[in-house]
């Protein structure tokens, strides 16, 4: 079956712009989570969404970050006047529950000049 | 605090011996362990996973990793590598912490691993 998939697979932008990231989990999966992995680094946590609602949002390193799942499928997260620190790859995964084995997408690899 | 640590950042190994890629692991309580496989340009693939009975778990394209509770080590192995095994591996604990009962995972930093034939 189908895996996690992220869109956009690459996205370049300027410093100050804003910035929407896409991730569509595996179906039927309830749980999931955002990451970010700098240069590197192991991956680092964001966010996690039970259903439709963030249950952890610790991860987010400041309020320019934002995350949503609307309809408990499709995430979004959001970055608001980027910075070149944001430079990283944005990494979804989803689980069938909370404690089950997640299961990563390919990435969003962010790149702000 | 959890936390995991790879002590190694690259691991070299010729072509058809064994491998061994180290972690190790620091919790409160009864430790969720993994590993995950990067390629390049790609995101990461789960191998294998520790939640509880036998020690030696047994995973994805013939790895293996060992649990050792009083070493707190959670060791990756193959007994003949390939070529293809080269990539980045990461070793991962579930945060158990009061505050997350979420399921979040905590990363070591990765091991790189070069296969040559």
């Known amino acids: 079956g189908a895996g996690v998939s992220q869109t956009p697979s690459n996205k370049v932008t300027e410093k100050g712009k804003y910035v929407e990231l896409r991730c569509d989990p595996i179906?039927?999966?309830?749980?999931l989570y955002w990451y970010r992995q700098s240069l590197g680094q192991g991956p680092e946590f964001l966010i996690y969404f039970q259903g439709t609602g963030a249950a952890d949002d610790s991860g987010l390193p400041n309020d320019r970050f934002f995350a949503v799942r609307p309809e408990g499928s499709v995430s979004t997260l959001k970055i608001q006047r980027t910075e070149r620190g944001d430079s990283a790859v944005y990494l979804c995964?989803?689980?069938?529950?909370?404690?089950?084995?997640?299961?990563f997408g390919p990435g969003t690899r962010l790149l702000v000049l | 605090a959890q936390s995991v640590a790879q002590p190694e950042d690259q691991v070299n190994v010729a072509e058809g011996n064994p491998l061994t890629v180290k972690c190790t692991y620091s919790?409160?309580?009864?430790?969720?362990l993994f590993w995950y496989v990067q390629y390049p340009n790609r995101g990461l693939q789960f191998l294998l996973k520790y939640i509880t009975g036998d020690n030696l778990v047994k995973g994805s394209y013939g790895f293996e990793a060992e649990f050792n509770k009083s070493q707190t080590s959670f060791h990756l192995k193959k007994p003949s590598a390939l070529v293809s095994d080269s990539a980045l591996y990461f070793c991962a604990v579930r945060d158990l912490s009061r505050s997350s009962n979420t399921g979040k995972l905590i990363f070591g930093q990765g091991t790189t691993l070069q296969v040559k034939p």
């Open positions: 919790v409160s309580g009864n430790p969720y």
């Open positions: 995964a989803s689980s069938f529950g909370g404690r089950e084995t997640q299961y």
């Open positions: 179906s039927g999966h309830t749980a």
